[in-house]
């Protein structure tokens, strides 16, 4: 070292960090959500991936009668059943994970590598499952709600006198409202207004607001066009003739319910193959189980339109 260069103080940062060891976080991915409907949607397994809704016809034709005391006959009456039953096949949320063997065997310590491209890929299948339920033209909420159980908001804004008419609607042990989050803001705010902040509610460790005792779930699937979003109310349970999900059981490589991964070997490229595959479907036990509020102004201009065939 030349006599007036200048003696360094100690080592420096950058340099001690060559010899230390980073500690890695799992991979993070900001698109999973806590899937609040899967949560509190009754799952039922089937049979083939079939599930038959029987209903009955005119059920206001079933007669009865209280005691007559002048001993005159009583009603004869039966239940009849729609003789074309709907029925609900299993549909599959499924992709094909593609790993190079060389990146599993190279680059697994700390975090294995494949275990972690079947965990992300998973938590996007789950996402998508979630969508669907949602928006799926063949069998989600959104589309598969009666005319009859449809309303507008009465305001821009979505108000308490909005989610009373839906309760109405869904009288019969009501579960839960589902809305976009934006949704769930923009009614806090008019609660607010009007002088009425809505109550919370703990469920699953989380805060949630609430109206006439039901909480109000987000869900970022929910359709958010225009500044304007929807609102449900919904019953769930088989017992309730609510809202039921089903799902095939007894899959081979099951790994929760109705989701199975299953090992596709590796090709001459070294690339490992994995088919994960989600079956489910959704069902209206009847049509006073769901309610929609349409166009509800959240005032943002973000637009959030799934495109579900």
Sequence with gaps: MAPDAPRPQALSDDAARTLANATKSAPQMSTITPRWLVHLLSWVPVEAG???????????????????????????????????????????????????????DLYSSPHNQTAHQLRLTIEAIKEHQEGELINSPDYGLIANTATSQRIKTLAGPPTPDDLDNLIAKVWKEPGFFLTHPEGIAAFGRECTRRGVPPPTVSLFGSQFLTWRGLPIIPSDKVPLVGGRTKFLLIRTGESRQGVIGLFQPGLAGEQGPGLAVKFMGIDRSAIASYLISLYCSLVILTEDAVAVLD??????IHDYAPNYQ
């Excluded at 809704?53 to 001993?71: F, L």
């Excluded at 299993?90 to 992709?95: G, I, N, P, R, W």
């Excluded at 166009?295 to 943002?300: C, N, Q």
């Design 295 to 300: 166009d509800a102004e959240v005032g943002r």
């Design 50 to 104: 079939i599930y038959r809704v029987t209903r009955v016809n005119h059920p206001e034709t079933v007669e009865v009668e209280c005691d007559n005391y002048d001993e005159s006959p009583l009603p004869v009456t039966f239940v009849d059943y729609a003789r074309d039953p709907r029925e609900y096949r299993l549909k599959a949320v499924s992709t094909i994970l593609d790993v190079h063997t060389r990146v599993a």
